[in-house]
């Protein structure tokens, strides 16, 4: 009888440390946001981009047969990946009717949507970390297909590389604390208008959105920064959330080390870039974003913004820079704080 009792002490014992091993993520000495941050890579960004970006899809104008084209594309990404839908089943689309898109304008845009993905947290699912960047272009002008690989295609597969890496933290068991949303917006370049919808039909409501990180033309260079490509602008990051801002640097220093331009920031930057894409939408509402950016070229809104000229290297390092952010708030013990309403 006593031996049956020490076994079965034996047995309690190696369980419970089993199960605390477990507890603890079995290997304390790996970053796991360095891991799968590592699966964002060029070769997969090409990948998409040379697809989403192709004649095939006709310049993505909102509405129209190319941009269905690219909504289906990101479908199926997700569907393959195991990435769940929001809407539940098999329903990716926030659907967005031509009545919407038009009112109070003179054009006569179609029906659209924007297409949505989600990864729910382990432990704080009601709070929501947007990704987002816009799926549409300006389509075919001239006879000419404007196949916007800067615009917003590197944002585009950016987001679908960033969700991937979160999906596999997911199968290893590592899901994220906070929800993730995955959000590609359409009809940016008519004024905004698929984050528009969004911010006020959310799938989630917006008080329990913790923050918005836009990625709208990631993959190339602007005259500013021929001598030193290493960059990406950063806009807003410190307009609402000074942790968000002090959160994106530590990132930044600790993995990507790339150089953070804050010249658009400005308030009285001319450009007014922080009110141009859709994380303005979200700021409006007091949820804290960072929109990512490499500035303009003299491929801007022309039929030679194609994949061929993306630097897919510095592609990579922006995605995984966003990544680490993204990762950093879904796992951080509290939301981040807005102290600047």
Not at 52 to 71: H, I, L, N
Not at 144 to 153: E, R
Not at 287 to 301: E, K, M, Q, R, S
Not at 320 to 327: D, N, P, S, V, Y
């Amino acid at each position: 009888m006593k031996k049956l009792i020490l076994s079965a002490s034996i047995f309690a014992l190696l369980a419970s440390c089993s199960s605390s091993k477990n507890a603890s993520n079995i290997d304390l000495n790996v970053d796991y946001a360095e891991k799968y941050a590592a699966s964002i890579t060029e070769k997969d960004l090409a990948k998409h981009l040379f697809i989403y970006a192709s004649d095939e899809f006709e310049g993505r104008e909102t509405g129209e047969p190319g941009q269905k084209k690219s909504a289906a594309y990101l479908k199926k990404f997700y569907v393959d990946q195991g990435i769940s839908s929001p809407l539940g089943g098999d329903d990716y689309f926030q659907e967005i009717p031509a009545s919407f898109l038009n009112q109070g304008r003179s054009s006569d845009l179609k029906d659209s949507e924007n297409v949505v993905a989600f990864i729910k947290g382990s432990e704080r699912p009601d709070e929501v970390i947007i990704v987002s960047a816009h799926l549409d272009h300006i389509g075919i002008t001239g006879g000419k297909i404007n196949n916007g690989a800067d615009d917003d295609g590197s944002g585009t597969v950016a987001v679908l590389e960033i969700a991937e890496a979160f999906q596999k933290a997911v199968k290893d068991g590592k899901r994220p604390k906070r929800s993730v949303l995955f959000l590609h917006v359409t009809a940016e370049e008519k004024g905004l208008l698929g984050s528009s919808f969004y911010v006020q039909n959310p799938i989630f409501p917006i008080a329990n959105t913790v923050a918005d990180l836009n990625i709208d033309m990631v993959g190339r260079i602007d005259d500013r920064h021929t001598n030193n490509r290493n960059y990406v602008y950063l806009i807003g990051a410190d307009k609402l959330s000074t942790e968000l801002h002090e959160l994106s640097e530590a990132m930044n220093a600790k993995y990507t080390k790339i150089d953070l331009d804050y010249k658009y920031n400005d308030e009285s930057d001319p450009n007014r870039f922080y009110y141009r894409s859709d994380h303005y939408n979200f700021a409006k509402y007091n949820v804290p974003i960072i929109f990512y950016f490499n500035g303009t070229h003299a491929d801007y809104h022309k039929d030679t913004d194609t994949p061929d000229k993306i630097n897919y290297d510095l592609l990579q390092n922006r995605a995984r820079l966003i990544f680490h952010t993204a990762w950093e708030i879904a796992n951080r013990e509290n939301r981040l704080i807005v102290d600047k309403p």
